[in-house]
């Protein structure tokens, strides 16, 4: 059990570095073209402060985008889920903020909030994640077969009782699935405005510097953080599904 | 709506007493019973649907006396679930009054117990603490330190022992409508209010529970209204077949099955008298969809 969720990721993970270090070999690539992983480390034994102050900023600002998310896409997809009027007036304002690419909302919230970098940082991880969340939760609540509603109804029972006991517990699988999907949209965001509105924070910027000083090898180690980062924040979100919505899993095979 | 010819009704008005079981013909003019626990009087309702108004019921009468349990059966969509829900108090007719143990029904109330075809056990909770959720609505029902004792009896009575601890999603079907039965009787409801719930299991684990249905009601007497498409489901459980015609719903035919001596077996269903009774009902069911019966002999 433990062989299979561990080792054969960390060997899976393995066969792929071997690949792409033969690939560039094989090539024989200049790094500029592509860096392999053996250009990676002494990028990072170089600037392992740097990583780590960057990474820092990058990783609590994603976070907090995320959490901003989970709270008001929930509550958006609460209102959706339990009102049909709210869900026909929002679905298509909704649709249509996602529609908008977010690098053009980023020198808009530079302009909107001059100077406040974490806070523009943070809304823009929020706006491009939030909306996996509140689709999920609004189907999730407003697809529970009416029956789940009508033993506790039956009973008279309140709509927040009805809520507490059957629709929220009941929603949380999708919620979590969206999270997951959320999480890597965070990092999107966060790395957005890290890289075109050049503020000096974040793995974002250290992209930047590296790229302006055609540091090759650098890019492509701050690439290879930010998806560590995410794989970490994935399986954050993995535990807590387990935790809370743990009945939701089938025994394996 | 339909009147029922009485060329066809009379000859099996007649099979039926021949064979010992009481038919009535109702309509909207029966004398109403006395002391009825449910007493279902003139109700009408009618749906607004996209396609526009849609009457389901029309000025449908039925009565059940406590402890009596009725099975309504009927065509498809003709209204028989309407009619759970217009009883649970979850729907108000468009007119016609639905009264329950000498009130006037306006709302919920919680002596009302619900199973439905789908068990819908919420998948979160063990089954114990599934059959205890009506107690966390209604815990001044039962006993505060009953509530979990009476869970684990009724669940050893529908042959749940042992399952106590388990999630819904390890159970068999049947086995997760055993644990819905408990769930609906676990407050002591007045009426428990079956809608289709052995619907959709195999034929031998609706026997099964069919049988479990008859040790649930000897031990615990209740009074119930099953909707039913399963003619020798309706006549092996109820003490009163009820047919409904066709949509917009009446009350076009009552059976009543005769209590037999001893407890009933599912051999009882393939003696004379029941064979006449299901001959009986699928006349009445063909009626009721507007074809001509098929000759009775």
Redesign the interface.
Known sequence: MIMRKVLVPIFAIVVFLVFWELLVWVNQWPNYKMASPSDLWPAYVKYDTLFFTYGWQTLWRTVAGLLLAVVLGTALGVLMGVSRTARDALYPLLVGFNAIPKATVVPIMALMFVGQHDLNTILLAFMISFFPIAVSVSIGLSTL?P??R????????SKL?IFR??AL??T?PEFFGALKVSVTLAFIGTNLVEIIEPHGRGLGHLFDSAKISSDYPLMFAVLIVLALMGILLYYVVVALERIF?G??E?GAD | MRKIDNDHAAPITSGAASSGASATHTDSSTQRMENALIDIRAVSHTFQTDSGPLQVLDKLDLSIAEGQFTAVVGPSGCGKSTLT?LV???LKPDSGEVWLHGELVK????S???A?Q?P?L???RSILRNVM??L???PERVPAAEHEERARSLLSLVGLEGFEDK?P?ELSGGMRQRASLC?ALI?KPDVI?LDEPFGALDAFTREDLWQTMHALRATEPFTALLITHDLRESVFLADEVVVLSDRPARAQYTLSVPTSSHERTLDDLYTTEAVEMLAILRQQIQLAQGRTPASHS
Do not use: C, Q, T
């Not at chain 2, 709302?107 to 919680?110: C, N």
């Open positions: 077969e029956e789940y009508d033993i506790l109804r039956a009973l008279g029972a009782m006991k059957i517990p009941k949380l919505a009945w939701a089938r | 829900r649970a108090g979850l709302g919920p109330r919680a009302v117990g619900m439905f789908n819908v919420l998948e979160w959720l009506p966390e609505i209604v999630k999603s769930r407050h209010i």
